[in-house]
């Protein structure tokens, strides 16, 4: 081989180690933090919650909750700091007047400034 197929092999072989290390590195760094929790409940008198949640990466799908019941995810936020997980919320009350709610369930960015979590109260 000349030195020129070498150098290009190297080059090869290099950006194929640092992509795998890179990705390798941030997988361990991401598994450091921790896992994060989010859990739904449902506290209305009567009637199913319906809700269907998701981040950027990730449909959790529809789901309903019985009242007095609750549902829950957990997941490793991204290393750069930009997690997202947002929830529709929506239920017809025994009057049959509809509820619909959109929430930020969790952002990287404000995780600290509520530690105990979200209660929405109808």
């Given at each position: 081989?000349?030195?020129r197929t070498i150098s290009q092999f190297s080059i090869f072989?290099?950006?194929?180690?640092?992509t795998f290390g890179i990705s390798g590195a941030f997988t361990v760094v991401s598994k450091l933090f921790g896992r994060n929790y989010v859990r739904i409940f449902n506290e209305l008198d009567n009637g199913l919650l319906f809700?269907?949640?998701?981040?950027?990466?990730?449909d959790?799908?529809?789901?309903?909750?019985?009242p007095g019941t609750y549902w829950e995810f957990s997941f490793h936020q991204r290393v750069f700091g930009t997690t997202l997980y947002f929830c529709n919320f929506w239920y017809t009350n025994s009057s049959k007047i509809?509820?619909?709610a959109v929430f930020d369930v969790y952002r990287e960015s404000t995780k600290f400034l509520n530690k105990r979590g979200w209660t929405i109260l109808i």
């Amino acid at each position: 081989m000349n030195q020129r197929t070498i150098s290009q092999f190297s080059i090869f072989w290099l950006v194929i180690i640092l992509t795998f290390g890179i990705s390798g590195a941030f997988t361990v760094v991401s598994k450091l933090f921790g896992r994060n929790y989010v859990r739904i409940f449902n506290e209305l008198d009567n009637g199913l919650l319906f809700f269907h949640c998701k981040s950027k990466d990730d449909d959790l799908g529809l789901r309903n909750l019985q009242p007095g019941t609750y549902w829950e995810f957990s997941f490793h936020q991204r290393v750069f700091g930009t997690t997202l997980y947002f929830c529709n919320f929506w239920y017809t009350n025994s009057s049959k007047i509809k509820f619909h709610a959109v929430f930020d369930v969790y952002r990287e960015s404000t995780k600290f400034l509520n530690k105990r979590g979200w209660t929405i109260l109808i």
